[in-house]
């Protein structure tokens, strides 16, 4: 490798992560280094081209315009919803658990008095099965609804009620299918390295469900969008290998301002920064899968 292709800012980038990875190393940080080595060695040994052209498209991302604000704002209001949702299923679970209450087993038991508790613990069941189904088609609705608007948003697309049925029915095979997968594994793992393999599911999840929507939203075509979302997904995979160094990076730096944020706003500073973080690694996304896809 030439000196002057060690001067490209990919390169410094790559060699800053590697003091980086050696301070966290001496700070018992073994898998933040693991990852910063890793991040280091793609950046530093990816083609000069190919490195310049993804830190191009870095720096256009940061070029934040309309569309940065209304999926902030999308995202925020679909996380308001679930809450509602939550406290809604919590609550009417709390007040179909009292009911159990209203029998009081003592010592006059009767066979009348046994039956009618009966009735009430299966009302009970079927009741709770029941909103937590509903619960789940709900937040299946507001998720596939808030995720189309924000795709229509970053492709600039007409919203149509067609589009948004379709759209909620690809995520609800897709979701159930990762639900199956998730529970697969949750029942198969189950030593320490069960929770790394989740969040791997977890980062896998979030990849391959960014250009599925991508794909459906430009193509309208289930087929095709679950072929993208696994062709391009993981059978390119290496070709998203530098922008993640980036995105990895970007995390890192806007986890720090949780730092000075107090006990009381740190929630509140959380999801703000939950909400920026995904809105512009939506935009950088839609960026790479208009050169990949």
């Known amino acids: 490798m030439k000196i002057k292709e060690l001067t490209t800012m990919p390169r410094i980038i790559g060699i800053l992560l590697i003091i980086f990875a050696v301070i966290a190393y001496r700070l018992q940080q073994t898998p933040q280094a693991v990852i910063l080595v890793i991040a280091a060695i793609i950046l530093l040994l990816s083609p000069n081209k190919n490195a310049k052209q993804c830190f191009r498209e870095l720096i256009e991302s940061f070029k934040l315009k309309k569309e940065f604000a209304i999926i902030m704002f999308i995202d925020a209001i679909f996380w308001v919803v679930l809450v509602l949702l939550g406290m809604g299923l919590y ?3 709390k007040k179909t658990a009292e009911e159990l209450g209203i029998v009081q087993l003592t010592t006059g038991i009767t066979p009348e008095l046994l039956a ?3 009735d009430i613990i299966s009302s009970f069941f079927t009741k709770s099965i029941i909103a937590i189904i509903i619960f789940f088609l709900l937040l299946i609705v507001a998720y596939a609804v808030s995720r189309a608007l924000i795709w229509l948003e970053l492709l600039n697309k007409q919203r149509h009620m067609q589009f948004l049925i379709r759209f909620g029915l690809i995520n609800l095979v897709w979701c159930a299918l990762w639900l199956l997968l998730t529970g697969f594994l ?3 793992v189950r ?3 069960g929770a790394y393999s989740l969040i791997g599911i977890m980062l896998l999840y ?5 250009i599925l ?3 459906y939203t430009k193509k309208r075509a289930f087929g095709i969008a679950f072929k993208d979302a696994f062709g391009t997904g993981i ?3 290496t070709g998203f290998a530098q922008q993640y ?3 990895f990076i970007i995390y890192i730096l806007l986890s720090q301002i949780l730092r000075f944020a107090t006990v009381k706003m740190l929630l509140v500073v959380s999801f703000l920064l939950l909400f920026v973080f995904m809105a512009w690694y939506r935009i950088y996304m839609r960026n790479i899968l208009r050169r990949i896809a």
């Open 186 to 188: 949750l029942v198969s």
């Open 116 to 118: 009618s508790y009966n």
């Open 91 to 93: 609550a009417f679970l």
């Open 206 to 210: 979030t990849h391959l469900t960014t």
């Open 245 to 247: 160094c980036y995105i």
């Open 235 to 237: 059978g390119s995979i």
């Open 191 to 193: 030593s320490a390295a």
């Open 213 to 215: 929507h991508y794909s």
